[in-house]
């Protein structure tokens, strides 16, 4: 019998369907959305799951599979999309593609902060309505502060994007320190407190866990300069949405951009009061950072040969519970 595989996700690259097949494994496709329903159901009798979409794989639904080997996440962050301890004690194993979407993500960091920065959203808006703003008058990045907070594969790119390719001087606030980052870059560690109250701009980068979450709030908030702007390119929640809501209306923080919102999509009534404020002070993005042509070809290449290295029993690096 030959391996049977589901794979879900838009963005999926179609290519490596065929690669799958090539090897004679039986492959079911969905582009769009599952629901937990038809996961399940899509789920049975399948030895593998490449999950390039934005499904969610619950312990209810590991629970109901008897076959599943691997769950394979086209993506870095595998938190949003399997129960991890579930798949753990099913002796079900998880990989990830990390690196994959550095370079996209990185990069989708400095268009936000240049962006913002500059009030080009603002600014073409403006002109479209008919109006010519020509009095707003922005800084340059040059000589300003970027505080990055993690700095793992993406927050170390945008450091070298902005100390070499805009001249800005680069902080960083990280569990470890990075003596390479800091010898290319002359990027100094510095304490969550001190990095917020120095940076001009401050760009965050790091995974949503217990202790990520909410760890921009009103206090952090407050240690920042007026003429400061946060970035996050790194999930919303990081950032306690209320407080920035508070922080960006009376003029706390000189404004946000982020990638990726709290409701996906956004609900129409907006709780947060977000959504409303003008591109001048506030930029979102419907997360997509991390999609570039090139990524997605990593990202689907990298599953992909996740998935045939653990069904035909060979070594495979990107593990995350090895256990």
């Known amino acids: 019998m030959p391996f049977e595989i589901l794979v879900t996700g838009h963005t999926f690259e179609r290519h490596f369907l065929e690669v ?10 969905h582009s769009e959305h599952l629901p937990e329903p038809e996961l399940k159901k899509a789920l049975e009798n399948k030895d593998a799951f490449i ?18 080997k691997v769950i394979a996440v086209a993506a870095v962050g595998y938190q949003s999309y399997v129960d991890l301890e579930a ?48 009095d707003v008058v922005a800084g340059t990045l040059q000589g300003a502060v970027l505080g990055i907070i993690g700095a793992g594969a993406i927050g170390s790119i945008v ?21 390479e980052l800091e010898a290319r870059t002359r990027a100094r560690r510095v304490s969550l407190g001190e990095l917020l109250s120095e940076s001009d701009v401050v760009s965050l980068h790091v995974p949503i ?5 909410g760890l921009i709030g009103e206090a952090e908030l407050a240690l920042m300069k007026p003429t400061a702007i946060l970035v996050n390119t790194a999930r919303p929640q990081v950032v306690r949405a209320q407080a920035l ?36 002070i506030f930029l979102v993005t419907p997360h997509v950072g991390y999609l570039t042509r ?8 990298l599953a992909v040969e996740g998935v045939i290295a653990i069904l035909e029993e060979r070594p495979w690096q990107y593990v995350v519970n090895p256990r």
């Open 20 to 29: 799958l097949s090539a090897r004679g494994y039986s492959v079911e496709f």
């Open 51 to 68: 999950l390039g979409g934005v499904e969610y794989v619950s312990a209810e639904t590991l629970e109901a599979n008897s076959t599943l």
């Open 87 to 134: 798949a753990t004690r099913k002796g079900i194993l998880v990989t990830n593609v990390p690196n994959a979407n550095a370079r996209a993500t990185a990069e989708m960091t400095i268009s936000l902060m240049t962006s913002l920065w500059r009030k080009v959203a603002y600014l073409s808006s403006e002109v479209k309505k008919g109006n010519w703003p020509d």
């Open 159 to 179: 450091a070298e994007i902005a100390a070499f390719g805009l001249g800005m001087q680069v902080l960083y606030y990280s569990r470890s320190a990075k003596p």
């Open 209 to 213: 866990t217990d202790e990520t979450r």
């Open 245 to 280: 809501s508070k922080a960006l209306q009376t003029g706390s923080i000189a404004g946000c951009a982020m990638d990726g919102y709290y409701d996906e999509p956004p609900n129409e009534l907006d709780q947060y009061g977000l959504l409303n404020l003008p591109d001048d």
């Open 294 to 301: 090139e990524s997605i070809y990593k990202m689907s290449e």
